[in-house]
């Protein structure tokens, strides 16, 4: 088996603390898949400078696949992070040469060679995504808190596993992922922060709850709970097992400050 993930990927700086980790969603999954022995390449752009150079080293360093990273001169994006009551909060962001990514024709040839391809909201390759359709991989894609988009609908029937990010379970959201599952994914799935996770597969839904930690800091929480689910996908394991190893490969991360 073999992922790939593509697009979006920062220099998270904690401004108060000037501490600078890797990140962004694709990234991240990308690493997380790596540390749970899921052979892994990632997809994107980086700038020029010193943090284009520390998220290569960072990536090759935790086994992934860094040879479809492009170069391009200019500035690695960065996000401004502070840590409040042991959540993250974004800042200001600075998208940099991710402005103008877009995959090439030789991506889009090495992306059909994956079993999945795992993509997010920021990931700027929705527009390819018909490209993979029925033609072998699965296609994962992160759409965040960003359940009242446009780009939802227009993504949906391109897309096997669709995650989003919400508060608890209420009747809202289980009617909403039975209408972002009749789209056209396999399954849809809302993490809901302390209240564990939710999944509807289009006949009934299976919930998962957390599992308990001190926590240190909640970046790339939801990041590593996708890793987990779909390293579970990718193995065959049935759904409640794939939500469970969702949980506990996000336990992990919230021991410890930035995202990996």
């Not at 974004?90 to 060679?113: H, K, M, P, R, S």
């Not at 096997?160 to 799935?189: C, M, N, T, W």
Request: proline residues 3%; hydrophobic residues 40%.
């Amino acid at each position: 088996m073999h992922v790939a993930t593509v697009g979006d990927n920062c220099i998270d700086f904690y401004f108060k603390t000037g501490q600078a980790f890797p990140g962004g969603n694709a990234l991240n999954v990308a690493v997380y898949l790596a540390r749970l022995g899921i052979p892994v390449s990632y997809v994107g752009v980086v700038g020029d400078d010193e943090y284009g150079s520390l998220l290569i080293n960072k990536l090759t360093e935790r086994k992934v696949d860094t040879t479809h990273v492009r170069v391009t001169h200019g500035q690695t994006a960065i996000t401004m992070v502070e840590i409040l009551d042991g959540d993250r909060v974004f800042g200001d962001y600075y998208e940099g040469v991710l402005a103008n990514f877009q995959l090439t024709e030789d991506d889009i040839e090495f992306l059909l060679t994956q079993d999945l391809i795992h993509t997010a909201f920021w990931g700027k390759v929705e527009k390819d995504l018909w490209r993979f359709k029925g033609k072998g991989p699965l296609v994962s894609f992160d759409f965040a808190d960003k359940l009242d988009s446009e780009l939802v609908e227009k993504t949906l029937p391109y897309v096997d596993y669709a995650f989003f990010a919400y508060e608890q379970e209420d009747e809202f959201i289980r009617d909403y992922l039975k209408h972002a599952q009749s789209k056209g994914p396999k399954v849809a799935i809302a993490t809901l922060n302390v209240h564990g996770s939710i999944a509807f597969d289009g006949t009934e839904f299976t919930r998962f709850g957390i599992i308990p930690v001190e926590v240190a800091d909640t970046m790339g929480a939801g990041d590593s709970y996708i890793a987990g689910f779909l390293s579970g996908i990718l193995r065959g394991l049935p759904l409640p097992k794939c939500m469970e190893l969702g949980a506990r490969t996000a336990s992990e991360t919230l021991k410890y400050n930035g995202a990996w």
